[in-house]
């Protein structure tokens, strides 16, 4: 059975070219560390739009918390 891959788009991108020569000796598949950085960089600054999105509801319910307690927590044993 064959899988399909994603689709490709040839795009010009500036490297350091020590880096490149590296990746090129250690026989790095740079187009494929390329979309692993990228892919890592766009979920980190998801999870930064998310946080700052989200940071007033956060802030509110940790001072609920500090105020009230954890629900429950006289059940926990621990």
Known sequence: ?????????????SI?????A???????NVSRAADAGIAEA?????AEL?????????EENNRYF???GLPFSEYRGF
């Open 1 to 13: 059975m064959l899988t399909k891959s994603p689709k490709r788009k040839s795009v010009n991108l």
């Open 16 to 20: 350091d070219v020590d880096i490149l």
């Open 22 to 28: 590296e990746a090129k000796a250690l026989n790095v």
């Open 42 to 46: 766009i979920s980190k600054r998801k």
């Open 50 to 58: 998310w946080l700052q999105e989200n940071r007033e509801a956060i």
């Open 66 to 68: 500090e105020e009230h």
